[in-house]
């Protein structure tokens, strides 16, 4: 019996920018002026944010804060073809989605003091908490697409995680029963390539983690993850794909961690300052502003602007943060259980 | 009334819910076409579609983790991992999260699910089929352990959990599944969760069990003026109805077929020197498997806690 082949494929690689700031105008997503300049505001407010809780931390007013450096893009670029009806699972990384998706800053910067009050998202969001064991957030996505097909809910599912994740069990049997139901959700992995200290050879032989899809039956695409623009077109496009009974995409954000794993690391043991030193030139707010900046449409000035804008947001967050009191001894119990059984209502009582 | 087995008496229960409430739907592996492989969703794929009675692949943790996804969401979601031993796989999905949502999200989002899984020994099944490992899931806050203990139980019981507000472990004793038969009202009833039912009245000492154990008790006890405590619910303990019987008798014996060590015998035992030392006229005595692996057909006799060994114990306390 001759051999067969049984299959060939191709894993595409998305972007629109390159690292000049060019766009491909065949392939730049339907967004007006407006919109773009709410993007890069989103990431300069990204950016402040990262930078201020990376001090607070400094300054011992929060407690351990992974930063988000280097991929704003990722974050905000897919945060930004989300709809408010939309469910999100994040891991632990994703302050840039939640700004996109409009998290009150003074309670995203109350979790990472050590508060978690602030993890009751607001009525008006459907954002899970902070997922901080690795991938195991991933089902859960997958359930709540099942609940919004059977609930024949036009809401989609989008799930964040990071390279490190794919190689964990939760993954592969969430991907393998999006593929078997065929299920509205979007797989936005931020390959940041460093897993704290590991790097992405270290996690996978694959040559790209997109084409990890494909064997789940499904689409899997990479994209430039600081090419804002790339990532908010791949996005929307697996969004509607979704949104219409198109079943799943997985998108690999291929980024950079451009600092510490958190602020409780130090980076620089295991990678080079070559290495980061070309992340650095690769900076995707960078892009983007000499993106905005050929057409006329962002100069220093404005960018000053828009970041004295920012940090006038963050300074107020910080504040309101601070100003909240301290929660109750008896607060060790809220949400425990819908009511408390006798011995957690001793406990409470100090018994 | 109709006499029904514990099989029929839980799928009389799944349907009833099904019926009543759309949240309510079922998940897990080989539970729809096939039924379950003890036959307990039998009919249900038939009768409320394969969108309610969902075959997954073979995928513990994704079952666990899916569920989870989909109480939040607003469903109740009811999902079967087909031996008690493969819940391991799921034990973080359970653990940090299903347990702990509620609390993490400070009530945004909570977790009402049931996790229905056959558990305990003398079944000659396979390896990692017989386990009872229930204390690991009892000191897990925020999630609720139910065990009944026969057909009765299990409708009342299954019912309270599908209703429960928050995350309910519900393990059926596989040995039980077809041994029993009891009269099960077809009508709704609810046996209220985090209650003990004192099954058999007596003062000179109280036996405590649960699940398939406890009628092994009730065989053994003959002849002794002894207090037969079902607990029911295993985590939230009934403290109150324990310790009411054990203040009256003096003595406590705690039989369990789980292995001795941190097994729920020593949390009970615990409770009871804390909150009524003294009551007690005798040392508090379990009576458990073996510190060792569940072990294979052949030496399930001596590895289960049988009648000699449960005389054994009530002869000892009653000397004091």
């Known amino acids: 019996m001759p ?10 690689r998305v972007s629109v920018l390159n690292e000049n700031g060019s766009a491909d105008l065949a392939l730049m997503p339907e967004l007006s002026a407006d919109q773009i300049w709410r993007m890069y505001q989103l990431m300069v407010l990204s950016r402040c944010f990262d930078e201020r ?14 930063p988000i450096r280097g991929q704003e893009a990722a974050q905000v670029g897919s945060a930004s073809a989300l709809k408010a ?25 109350q979790y990472w003091a050590g508060d978690e009050r602030a993890q009751k998202t607001p009525p008006q969001l459907n954002i899970f908490p902070f997922c ?19 609930r024949r809910d036009s809401a989609a599912v989008a799930v964040y995680f990071g390279d490190g994740a794919t190689s964990k069990g939760d993954f592969h049997e969430a991907m393998n029963m999006a593929g078997v139901y065929q299920l509205p959700i979007v797989f936005i992995c931020q390959n940041n390539q460093w897993a704290i200290s590991v790097p992405l050879k270290g996690q996978t032989a694959s040559a790209s983690l997109a084409q990890k899809a494909l064997a789940y039956g499904f689409e899997g695409v990479q994209v430039d993850g600081n090419d804002v623009l790339a990532v908010y077109r791949a996005t929307n496009q697996a969004l509607e794909k979704a949104r219409s009974g198109g079943g799943p995409t997985f998108l690999e954000c291929l980024t950079y961690r451009m600092a510490d794993h958190t602020t409780a690391d130090d980076a620089g043991r295991y990678r080079s300052d070559e290495e980061v030193a070309l992340w650095n030139g690769r900076d995707p707010i960078l892009r983007l502003e000499r993106f905005l900046a050929a057409s006329g449409a962002w100069t220093p000035e404005q960018g000053r602007g828009v970041k004295e804008e920012a940090t006038a947001l963050i300074d107020r967050g910080v504040r309101e943060m601070e100003a909240v009191p301290p929660p109750a001894p008896a607060e060790l119990f809220d949400g425990a259980l819908e009511t408390l059984t006798p011995r957690q209502a001793g406990q409470r009582k100090g018994r | 009334m109709a006499q029904l087995n514990m099989v029929q008496a839980i799928n009389q229960a799944l349907a009833d819910e099904m019926a009543r409430d759309d949240r309510v739907v079922l998940l897990g592996e080989d539970v729809g076409r096939d039924g379950g492989v003890f036959r307990v969703t039998e009919g249900l794929q038939d009768r409320f579609g394969a969108e309610r009675v969902l075959d997954t692949p073979l995928c513990e943790s994704a079952i666990m983790g899916a569920a989870i996804g989909m109480a939040a969401y607003g469903l109740r979601p009811v999902p079967e991992i087909q031996f008690m031993g493969f819940t391991y796989s799921a034990f973080e999905q359970l653990f940090a999260h299903a347990a702990r949502l509620r609390s993490r999200s400070r009530g945004r989002y909570s977790c009402p699910l049931v996790v229905r899984t056959p558990y305990g020994g003398g079944i000659k099944a396979p390896e990692l089929h017989e ?8 000191h897990i806050p925020g999630l609720k352990v139910v065990v009944p203990s026969g057909p009765y139980s299990a409708k009342g019981l299954l019912l309270a959990a599908l209703r429960d507000p928050d995350p309910v472990l519900f393990l059926e004793p596989t040995r039980l599944y077809r041994m029993l038969k009891e009269e099960v009202p077809e009508v709704d009833y609810q046996l209220e969760l985090g209650k003990a039912r004192v099954a058999r009245k007596g003062s000179a000492v109280t036996v405590v069990a649960w699940g398939s154990m406890l009628e092994r008790v009730l065989k053994s006890v003959d002849g002794y003026d002894a207090e037969v405590i079902d607990l029911l619910t295993l985590n939230p303990l009934d403290l109150e109805t324990l310790l009411s019987s054990v203040r009256k008798t003096g003595r406590a014996v705690i039989v369990h077929e789980a ?23 005798a040392p508090i005595l379990r009576v458990t498997a073996p510190d060792v692996p569940v072990p294979l057909a052949k030496l399930i006799d001596q590895y289960l806690p049988g009648p000699d060994r449960i005389r054994a114990a009530l002869d000892e306390v009653l000397k004091y």
Request: with cysteine; glycine share 8%.
């Open chain 1, 3 to 12: 051999e067969e082949v049984l299959a060939t494929f191709q894993v595409k």
């Open chain 1, 53 to 66: 809780a990376v001090s607070l931390q400094r300054e011992g007013r929060l407690g351990t804060y992974p």
């Open chain 1, 85 to 109: 009806e939309d469910w999100v699972f994040p891991s632990f990384r994703e302050m840039g989605a939640h700004l996109t998706l409009g998290y009150p800053i003074p309670q995203l910067l």
């Open chain 1, 132 to 150: 901080v064991a690795v991938g195991s957030q991933i089902p859960h996505a997958v359930g709540a697409a099942l609940a919004a097909r059977y």
């Open chain 2, 131 to 138: 386990e009872s490992t229930e204390a690991i899931f009892c």
């Open chain 2, 259 to 281: 292995i001795k060590t941190c097994g729920l015998g020593a949390e009970i035992a615990a409770t009871l020197a804390e909150e009524a030392m003294l009551h007690l006229r």
